[in-house]
Structures are given as C-alpha cells and as structure tokens.
C-alpha cells in the first residue's frame, strides 16, 4: 500500500466534500435562526413571573444542557416517529434535535442579558403606556440582543461544530461525505485532514468574530 | 398520538451492561479531566510566553482543536495515527489522546484568562524572593488560577463527559455505544435511549449546579 502523503489526492473529491459544506451550513444557520427566536421566548419565560411556564421552561433547558447531543439526536431520530405516529425524514429530525438544543444554548444567553437590564426600564415602559408586544420588541429585545450578542455567537459556533454528529444518523454533511470517502478510498489522512481544515475555516473566523464583538460589545455597554 | 405502550422489562434487563458501559465512560472522563487539568495550565503558560517559537505553534494548536468539531478529532486520530506513527493502540486510547488534547485546548483558555487576573505584583514578590520561573508558576500562579478558573474548568468537565459520548462512534464500548446495542437489540429505541439520556443528565446537572455555587463563592471572595 502507498502511505506517501499527496495532497493533490483530494482534488476529484473536493466537489463532494464541498456539497457536503453546504448541507453542514445550511442546517447550521436553519438551527441557529430557530434556536434563536424560541431561545428568546424561553429566556423570557425562565425569567418571567409565571411558576408553570418557569418550571418548564427550566427542566427543557437543563436537560438540553445536560445530555449529550448524539443522544438527543438519537432519541428523536429513533423515537419522535413512533411516539407521534408520524414519518419524518432525517433531516427534519436533525433540524428539530439541533435546533431545540440552540433554544437551550440561546435561551440562557437571553436570560442574563435580561437580568442585566435594569427594572427601571420596565417602569418606565409602564409610565408610558407601551403595550406588553411594543415594549417587548422595541425595548427589551434590541438590548437584550445587543448584550447576548458575545454568547449567542459563541453558541452558534458551538453548534456549528456539534452539526458534525448529524452524519451519525445518516445526513450527507461534510463529516458524512468524509467519513464515506476516506474509507472508499482507504486515504484517511488527506482526506480526513481536508475535512478538518475546512471545518477550521468556517470556524476560525467565526471565533474571531466573537471576540471582536465581544470586545466592542464591552466597550460600548461600558460593563 | 399512537398507542404506544412502554415496555422497560427488556432495557432493565440489559440494565448491567448499561452500567459496564457507564464505568468505562466515567473512566475516559476521570482520565481526561486528570490530565486535562494540569496540560491546560502548562499550555497556557506557553501561550502566553514571550518566545515567538513556543507561543506561535501553541496557539495554532488551542485554535485547530477550539475550531474543529471533536468528532473530527476522535475520527482523525482513530484513522490516522495508526497509519502516520505505525502504532496500533485500541480503540480506548485513541478516544483518551483525541479527548485529551480537545480539552487541554479549552482548558488552557480559561486558565490564560485567570493568569491575566493575577496582579502584577506577584510577580515582582516572586522575583524579589528569588523563586525560579517554574516554582513562581507552580507554587504561586498555579493555585490562584486553579480557584479563578474553577468554574469554567468544572463546565468544561462536563462538556467533556457529553463529548466523550463519541468515542461510541468508534466503538469504544461506553454508555453511548451499550444503549445503541441495546437498543438495536431489544428493538425498544424509546425506553433505552431515554434510559441513557437520564444517566447522562443524572450524573451532569448537579455537577452543574456545583458550578453555580463555586461561582457565587469565588464571587464572595474576591468581594
């Protein structure tokens, strides 16, 4: 067998590897997008005055958080159809595990911003008679948004790379594409190595980008 | 919804195997968080140093393992080490090394933080006493950061114990990969992996709850 490296070797699979990238993107930003609108409202209601809404909303977020995700896949992949009585696709399982654990990631990100947001705000948007909707959306959420902005992005990076489990119940991402690749070919170490690169250039500047903001996030809240 | 009833007999009677599986991922843990802890510290310092050659490729390496998805990592060194150094280590080591230097990564970067938070003027005390470079970051940084990073370096544990949930997909035989073969065996996906997923909440969130505690400690402390 022929050990010597060759780079070039990976050249014909790029294509492949690169459709894969786009699967990896696409249900990525779909979770985010999800994870961060319910993020919201469970965020709220973990901080909210309603003891039901509170209890539940704490035992999803605590158990998202304290459970593997390979195993949140899992059970809604094997579990959701037969419970529901429903056929659901591999990817919309993935989307609905990933994206209720971005919800968990997120809310929790909401829910300190929130506290940080002075009470005087709140009587504030009483003494001017702003609906509940309006003040939520024109005065809570925008600085809410700003201060959870650090962590939110953190948290998309994270599931950015937790996505790489979805190959395990069989959709063609890029670990997927990899994974079938590299043992087709029995050339682990050129194509394995590829796939890491690309998930470290998605990554890498994603990480940068959280501490930039985080760095003027700082500034500008003066915290 | 269907007319699903449940059916634990099967699971509970596989119930033991599940255990053998839980110990050797409590093991895998208990390993990696022991080394983890100190490699962390160690990397860290190197980081941070001054010299160009030690800090450079160490920082390359905290951002290739912060930036990958670790079941890259696991995956690559489960197919590549064996092929590029000619060693052929079971299944379990390979998990450990993968594991290992994920966290050492993540570690380092909680204990680079707290290094900052200690005050310059240790550092001339150090000198003014004559203590050699390694003692100075043995006896008097070691300690302070090791408190100042406790609760970061706790979550990363945790974090840790979930991840080690992928080492199943090379098939070392831990909780993950027991409840998977249980599961195909007693066709109860439902009852098993809910089974798994509450040993694995159960053993995190009150090492969780630990963290909010040192938190608010460290906080009262430094008050």
């Not at chain 2, 590549?80 to 994920?102: R, S, Y």
């Not at chain 2, 831990?174 to 997923?197: C, H, N, S, W």
Request: hydrophobic share 55%.
């Amino acid at each position: 067998m022929d050990l010597t490296f060759s780079p070039s070797f990976v050249l014909p699979y790029l294509p492949a590897l690169l459709r894969g990238l786009y699967m990896t993107l696409l249900l990525s930003i779909l979770c985010i997008s999800i994870g961060l609108v319910f993020g919201f409202a469970v965020g709220l209601m973990r901080n909210g005055t309603n003891r039901i809404a509170y209890a539940c909303s704490t035992i999803f977020v605590e158990f998202f958080r304290g459970t593997p995700v390979l195993i949140q896949l899992f059970w809604i992949f094997f579990c959701l159809p037969v419970l529901l009585n429903v056929e659901i696709g591999p990817f919309v399982s993935a989307t609905i595990a990933l994206s209720l654990y971005m919800t968990a990631l997120a809310s929790e990100a909401f829910r300190s911003a929130l506290l940080s947001i002075g009470s005087e705000q709140n009587d504030a948007v009483l003494a001017l008679g702003l609906p509940r909707r309006v003040s939520l959306l024109h005065v809570i959420l925008p600085q809410a948004f700003l201060r959870a902005l650090p962590n939110l992005l953190s948290n998309s990076v994270t599931l950015f790379k937790e996505s790489a489990l979805v190959s395990a119940v069989g959709i063609t991402d890029l670990m997927f594409q990899g994974e079938i690749i590299s043992s087709a070919t029995a050339r682990p170490i050129e194509v394995l190595t590829t796939v890491a690169a690309m998930y470290f250039a998605v990554g890498f500047p994603l990480t940068q980008i959280v501490s930039l903001v985080e760095r003027r996030v700082l500034r500008r809240m003066a915290i | 919804m269907s007319g699903y009833s449940f059916d634990f007999f099967y699971v509970l009677n596989g119930f033991s195997r599940l255990l053998q599986g839980l110990i050797v991922s409590l093991e895998l843990t208990a390993i990696v968080v022991g080394i983890g802890t100190f490699s962390g510290f160690v990397l860290a310092l190197a980081t941070s140093s001054r010299s160009l050659f030690l800090s450079v490729p160490t920082r390359l390496f905290v951002e290739i393992f912060r930036c990958t998805p670790a079941l890259i990592q696991i995956v690559w060194f489960f197919y590549c080490l064996p092929v590029l150094a000619d060693v052929f280590w079971p299944p379990f080591t390979m998990g450990v090394i993968a594991l290992t230097l994920n966290l050492t990564a993540f570690n380092s970067e909680a204990y680079r933080a707290a290094i900052q938070a200690i005050p310059a003027a240790q550092r001339d005390a150090s000198i003014a006493l004559g203590l050699s470079r390694w003692h100075q970051a043995i006896h008097v940084v070691f300690p302070q950061v090791l408190r100042i990073a406790s609760p970061v370096l706790v979550s990363n544990s945790i974090s840790l114990f979930q991840q080690s949930s992928l080492v199943a997909i090379v098939s070392v035989e831990d909780l993950m990969y027991q409840g998977k073969l249980l599961a195909v065996q007693t066709y109860r996906p439902i009852e098993t992996f809910t089974i798994v997923a509450l040993i694995y909440f159960g053993l995190s969130f009150p090492i969780s709850q630990l963290v909010g505690r040192i938190e608010r400690y460290n906080a009262r402390l430094l008050a």
